[in-house]
């Protein structure tokens, strides 16, 4: 009888806690279109890199030591490893993201994503010397929030004498 009520309240406790959310890889598909921030607010780039790659006639992992982000034909801004979220296993390929803190004012915008390693010197020891990838071109928008509705019904009226 013991088991039963803890096998009971095992079941109970079970199904009360909630299911969790399966959330898709960023690379799984390729995103379109457009894309819109809030205007002076921090908001976060995803991009996704090869995961494998050819190399003489091998299939080598893609050797990524760091990352590139340039707004708007700004400077090279080096973000180091950005936080990776995964392997996709529907893309075979590597996804990333960070953040930029600062936000960006109203209008149109670019952001792009350059990925770099280390080249390697004849012993496949690393030198200080990076080589780049192309960019990845994301342009958007910023806009400032507006809402579209009626004001909200005045509060706390009161008369004086």
């Not at 039963?4 to 279109?33: E, F, H, K, M, W």
């Not at 770099?116 to 928008?141: C, H, I, K, M």
Request: hydrophobic fraction near 40%; charge should be neutral.
């Amino acid at each position: 009888m013991r088991r039963l009520v803890y096998l009971s309240l095992a079941l109970l406790i079970v199904s009360a806690v909630p299911a969790r959310a399966q959330t898709a890889n960023p690379c799984d598909t390729n995103a379109t279109g457009p894309f819109v921030v809030t205007s002076a607010r921090s908001f976060t780039i995803q991009w996704c890199t090869a995961h494998t790659r050819i190399d003489n006639g091998i299939i080598v992992p893609e050797r990524i030591d760091g990352f590139y982000l340039v707004l708007d034909q700004g400077a090279k801004q080096d973000i180091a490893m950005a936080t990776p979220l995964g392997l996709s296993s529907v893309t075979n390929r590597d996804a990333w993201q960070y953040v930029i803190p600062s936000g960006v004012m109203k209008g149109d915008h670019t952001a792009a994503v350059i990925a770099w390693n280390y080249q390697l010197d004849q012993n496949g020891l690393p030198t200080s010397t990076r080589s780049e990838s192309a960019p990845t071109a994301v342009p958007f928008t910023a806009v400032d929030p507006v809402s579209n509705q009626p004001p909200l019904s005045p509060t706390g009226g009161r008369i004086i004498r």
